[in-house]
């Protein structure tokens, strides 16, 4: 079956670096679109950043452009979110996400559990 | 960046019909999909495109849209249908994704 596992998260001080990852099985990893999606604690949902089937097209969120970084593996079913620059704001339970098409779209059909990153000092 | 507008908060006694509302000016170019997340879980994905269904999510679901709002309409409602529902959609500009703030079903 379908799975996302979300690996990386953690408790990491304001200004500092973290990176994620998400690993997929379950399915052809190269032909679809992935996002990263976050929910601050008692939040709703927001959209991080997506990144289409093979990797050339890239896009982000307002809020994190600039200093996170989205990429991807194909080789070794893997998704990546590289966070620099982190702020408070950030701390939120962050989630992979498979798209139900190649290229981002708004329909994500399979979510990972997720994992938490805490920002704080 | 544009916005999608939900109500915060909607009942349904059980069995009955409910419709769950999301506003917002990029839903006039392009469709909403539909996510049910139960507390503790990630969100599942119930309705995507003109009205499709994924794979497991009883056909009780069902989506619309007319001009800038979509709609997702449980018709009969169960007792397992209580969760947060959230709209979402691409924005109007190059890109970027958008998420309404969520809407809270509750089952009497």
């Known amino acids: 079956q379908v799975q996302l596992v979300e690996s990386g998260g953690g408790v990491v001080q304001p200004g500092r670096s973290l990176r994620l990852s998400c690993a997929a099985s379950?399915?052809?990893?190269?032909?679809?679109?992935m996002h990263w999606v976050r929910q601050a604690p008692g939040q709703g949902l927001e959209w991080v950043a997506a990144?289409?089937?093979?990797?050339?097209?890239?896009y982000f969120a307002d809020s994190v452009k600039g200093r996170f970084t989205i990429s991807r593996d194909n080789s070794k079913n893997t998704l990546s979110l590289q966070m620099n620059s982190l702020r408070a704001e950030d701390t939120a339970v962050y989630y992979c996400?498979?798209?139900?098409?190649?290229?981002?779209?708004?329909?994500?059909?399979?979510w990972g559990q997720g994992t938490l990153v805490t920002v704080s000092s | 960046s544009s916005e999608l507008t939900q109500d915060p908060a909607v009942s349904v006694a059980l069995g009955q019909t409910v419709r769950i509302t999301c506003q917002g000016d990029?839903?006039?170019?392009?469709?909403a999909s539909w996510y049910q997340q139960k507390p503790g879980q990630a969100p599942v994905l119930v309705i995507y495109?003109?009205?499709n269904r994924p794979s497991g999510i009883p056909d009780r679901f069902s989506g619309s849209s007319s001009g800038n709002t979509a709609s997702l309409t449980i018709t009969g409602a169960q007792a397992e249908d209580e969760a947060d529902y959230y709209c979402?959609?691409?924005?109007?500009?190059?890109?970027?994704?958008?998420f309404g703030g969520g809407t809270k079903l509750t089952v009497l």
């Open positions: 996400a498979k798209d139900v098409y190649r290229s981002p779209t708004a329909s994500l059909d399979c």
């Open positions: 379950g399915f052809t990893f190269s032909g679809y679109g």
């Open positions: 990144v289409s089937f093979d990797g050339s097209s890239k």
């Open positions: 990029t839903l006039s170019s392009y469709y």
């Open positions: 495109g003109k009205n």
């Open positions: 979402n959609s691409r924005d109007s500009s190059v890109y970027p994704l958008v």
